[in-house]
């Protein structure tokens, strides 16, 4: 499967969710891309709409969540990268499942990245779901998020089918 080098912008309209957390690319054009947009060209089936609801929840979320990057896609590019370990083990995979009482902490080659630095600082508030440690870098989820925490652009039942059908 290749991976898609294309904007961000049409990327976050076709998910009809801001990946950048400023919200500006759906304010210029809430629809879909392309030459008959606003048409709806193109149906997802079941199974599409529900991967799609499962990709916005993953540990390159959990991460941006912690505060240790600004954006979505720059928590993804970390992950990536291999700036992540999960329980001491180094995780490349944005879609890896996180568990609660799992420790996410930054490897310790890569605890002097100004990026991760100044996320840090800048970071204002973090979610009740998530515990994090400044000084060493590292945060776990603690427990699972509830119903009124989630964001509202997340259709959980989806995600819910999704891991149904796969048992």
């Given amino acids: 499967m290749s991976r898609y080098t294309g904007p961000s912008w049409k990327q976050a309209r076709r998910l009809g969710l801001s990946l950048t957390g400023t919200g500006k690319e759906l304010a210029r054009r809430n629809y879909v891309p392309g030459q008959h947009g606003p048409n709806n060209r193109s149906k997802l089936s079941e199974y599409g709409l529900q991967l799609a609801e499962k990709q916005k929840l993953r540990l390159d979320n959990v991460v ?82 509830e119903r009124d925490e989630i964001n509202p652009e997340i259709n959980e039942a989806l995600v819910v089918e999704f891991y149904n059908k796969m048992l």
């Fill in 64 to 145: 941006y969540r912690l505060g240790l990057a600004t954006t979505r896609r720059q928590a993804r590019q970390f992950v990536n990268h291999g700036h992540i370990l999960v329980d001491g083990k180094r995780v490349d995979i944005p879609s890896y499942r996180v568990t609660p009482g799992q420790v996410i902490s930054v490897r310790e080659k890569s605890l002097k990245v100004p990026a991760i630095l100044e996320a840090v600082e800048a970071t204002l508030g973090r979610p009740a779901f998530v515990s994090f440690d400044a000084e060493k870098l590292e945060g776990s989820l603690t427990r699972l998020p």
